[in-house]
């Protein structure tokens, strides 16, 4: 039975909780540790059984934990992992691993002093529709890649406290297309160009984010993708791509509470996409625990790496120094 | 915590104790009985630590399991619910009750005299997409019900050995879609006829069945219906409804594992549905069971009810006759 | 040029004469016949510059004259039909040749002795849809076929008028479902029976006819098949058909004006279906008449046969005794 | 009757010279004019029974010719048009009216001196599809425009010799798009930034141009928008665009053959786009004219103005320098 501490009992925090306790045999959670418990979280704990902390050292330094979960605020992303990576714990941290280069740089010097694994969590390519895409790309049905196009658009903005913490939509938001680009390419990006917009909400022009954008890039394997945002699609969580190639085209639509279709008299109605990612990527989130725990038991790579974290980060920090210059920027102008 | 006995080590059996262990708060199976255990079942029983028995008897004695969940097959359904009944167990049963109507009638007298819950599994109520369809129903969004049609077909043939004990196609495959008229219009059948030919498999024609069937019904609300059913479509689990009326129409289409679409020189290519029940009615399995869970805790009807179960197999019945007597039989005609 | 005739000026003469006018080069309309011109019949064919008749006798006369196209009311299509055999004219009619086999069967003597030929209006075989599920039929793409499906629903119900001399809604109305079961099956009917009901409007059944129906057959392949109509959709003109068999199954959907969708928050909107016959069917229409001219200029079969229209008709015959008598009724019982 | 010239017999001469004989009313060919008659060519007029002309002059000669069709080779549109319009003729003009923005400019300058109405031969706004996306977007179901996305991929790569001689993809192919943006939205585009490649085939880079290209835009609205644009889409002409905004969005897809799914052991498949063009955009080539000479009779503007004919242009030859100067360019920094 493998052991996992969780750290960080936020929303995020809960959902692998459950996903372990229910869907993956084998392992159980050893503990959660969080600094300042809310009354609902402490119920949530005590009914699946899993013992709180407030301070996650005590997870560390607890010989009986094969693996760490960090779900805490990004900003303490990486220190946690450098702690957890010292004490020899295995380690699965969500994205992003900082909005700071240094910082990711020196969890990868961490990394390479200690043989823990260290998984990055890009849950979306866990997803069935996306993992589809890619098996398609991967088994040469659209041939050379040529095009590749994510949209992805929020139900609705989160609350301006947020996005003055977020690190700003490329960082909080699109990192996760950025990554699904790398994902569905297996191909790194080479140049960012960014245009970018606030249509949504004005307050969070104020704060100094934009909520609408539409980024074009260039791959090292020659192709050229695009990403669109938005903060704010009033139908629903909008979650689609394709990849287009020499040979073929393979693309993702949303997935929907049910494929009920009402004909009336006034028109043919299906339902909204699934509201938002709990809804969408519950099985994802799931499946990424569960890869990382298979990777630990069968000393096999974890499915996302450290440098898979990095270079979704590297593309946020081009993509904020295009639309703040406004030009194309290539990722080797990055330093670090 | 609710104690449940499970009394059936086959696949239904199992499906439903990972739904109470994964899925269903405030519940735990307190032990499963059956009368040939395989050392498979057993592993799995042993990785979700549930014990195991032999006897079922042991689970209707022990006063601190509050229901049970009859998993065995058929022709023992009717006398074990008797069983249960008695020793005051809340009680889900699969469906059938039973192939005899005098022994549904004898569960029902039972029920009479013993205020314990019963609930039958048709499953397929629980359904996201049949759920959908109800709901726009019950809403009155197709206003007053004219037409109702039922696709159903399963991927591949059973085994020649279990088309024998099966009951018939009217009894095993097609009392699903019997229940689902009945569940989407709240309606009772009065009257059927049946169409039906030998047409996957003339091993199936020797064994006393059919293979492929369009049944069309008079409902008691006035409205017509129609079920197809075929043995195997090479295709997948096919598993459509739709409802039409003064108002219009609602209908859906199969679940697919993923959305991806693949367009080549050679066509634009979507995937097949889900391949067959475990993975179509998954979700539908732990809500019903869920459901059945609730009624207890909150003393509330069950969902299904006996009658459910004994108005489907009446419908078999008739079903059976039509196809003997070629002609369209009135339920009022079937004494029991 | 060949010469052409159309017999009636209703709608569905207007269409063909269109149809010539601008899609079929090599023909033209001689004239257009109609005991009761309306002005604005008499404006439309001015402005296509066709001579008008009151006599079709004169069309029959003329020598110039190759063809004719008999889309006049029912009663007639038969009576002229004979007319213009014995005059030597290639003949289209519209559907039903009749209502009454014996004036079918004084057809097809007719056509014994003239070598004309003699294409019956089953707009619907050269629709591309229905084209396109027949071409997979044919080309094996299905296996042998097990279950057909057709849903034909109008609009809206046709004055009470028109119900009452339409021959009821089988010789109407399903009379192409029962064609189209032929055409995609390429086997006859051996057997029906029908399950109809006055849902739609209460006039309708003090007219003696009903306006919903769901029919089962048994065709000579071994086929089971089932149709069902109604009078009202309201979201449209329903014209929907699959095919089923050992190897898989091909199925269409309806038609749209645009495929244009629209996601709100209140839900993901399509158009409804083309509205009617002449949105739906215009092509069809055109296509139609094509291949009949097609046939006369190469001396090729007509795609539509004089004993096509018979079968259609015998199988709507067999349907109104089903529903008198209350039983299935085989093709063989009905003499004539 | 309106009598109209058409200035070259390629293929888009011949498609609107049929959209006249055919489907409008009220007017006729007088004439066709081209320097290099072929014997196919000079063969259709003939069935047409169109006048073969070999010098265009002697249509605008003509007192009795109300309008002429430009579909000679692009470098004689602008001149062409001056002399139409000079010799008081209405102007429909394939577009683009030239590579040369001085060369429009001068058209310009001609129709402020004579009366007479000039039509940009931009064919998909009269599109069933990308119409009723027009009309949700001016209804005003999607709110305000916030991301407009429109994908457009030929079927196959053009000729070397035209790709040499076409101005380049953007001023051939994506020209079409950028005029779509502009119907969406009606609004102007402000900025462009182009992102292309040679992946499809090394000749057309060798002919200087690229063959795969996403461009993003700013508009004068504040909305973002993105075309892609491939010359070879192996499954066929895929034509589908989307508008997001602040209530929803409206999106299209492609036209098919025809909407037929076979379903087999090996998947479900759906048929490929309609294969380029004209089977896509018939209908639409004929709206656009029967547009313009309504616009004619009725003395109403045009829908498709010389001002639209000069903005994709410049959106066109800001792209190129774009390309060039592999940076975001302004229109306003283009001059003429």
Chains 1, 2, 3, 4 share one sequence.
């Not at 501490?5 to 959660?32: F, Q, T």
Request: aromatic content about 6%; overall charge negative; proline content about 4%.
């Amino acid at each position: 039975m493998m052991k996992v501490g969780i750290i960080g009992a936020g929303r995020i925090g809960k959902v692998h909780g459950e996903s372990i306790a229910n869907h993956l045999k084998g392992a159980e959670v050893a503990a959660m540790a969080d600094p300042c418990w809310t009354g609902d979280s402490r119920a949530w704990a005590k009914s699946m059984e899993i013992p709180v902390l407030d301070d996650y050292h005590e997870i560390l330094r607890d010989p009986s934990v094969d693996a760490v979960l960090i779900c805490s605020s990004t900003q303490t992303h990486a220190p946690i992992s450098i702690e957890a990576i010292r004490s020899g714990k295995h380690v699965f941290c969500e994205k992003p691993i900082s909005h700071d280069l240094s910082e990711i740089k020196a969890v990868m010097q961490e990394l390479e002093k200690h043989p823990v694994k260290y998984q990055v969590g890009f849950n979306r390519r866990f997803d069935h529709n996306f993992h589809a895409v890619r098996q398609a790309v991967a088994d040469g049905r659209v041939g050379d890649i040529h095009i590749v196009k994510i949209t992805s658009r929020d139900p609705d903005c989160p609350p301006i406290s947020y996005v003055r913490v977020s690190g700003g939509l490329f960082m909080d938001m699109m990192i996760h297309d950025f990554d699904m680009v790398r994902y569905l390419t297996a191909s790194d990006v080479k140049e960012v160009y960014v245009n970018a917009a606030v249509l949504v909400d004005p307050e969070i022009g104020r704060a100094g984010d934009v909520d609408t954008a539409i980024v074009t890039m260039r791959l090292s394997n020659g192709a050229l993708a695009v990403i669109d945002n938005s903060r704010r699609a009033v139908y629903g969580y909008d979650q689609r791509a394709e990849v287009f190639g020499s040979m073929g085209q393979v693309a993702v639509e949303n997935d929907l509470p049910s494929n009920a279709v009402v004909s009336t008299a006034n028109g043919v109605t299906a339902e909204k996409p699934l509201h938002f990612f709990l809804e969408r990527y519950m099985n994802a989130y799931a499946a990424e625990i569960g890869e990382f725990l298979n990777a630990i038991r069968d000393d096999e790579p974890v499915p996302v790496s450290a440098n898979d974290g990095l270079q979704a980060v590297l593309i946020a920090v081009a993509a904020n120094r295009s639309m703040a210059e406004h030009r194309p920027v290539k990722l080797s102008e990055i330093r670090f």
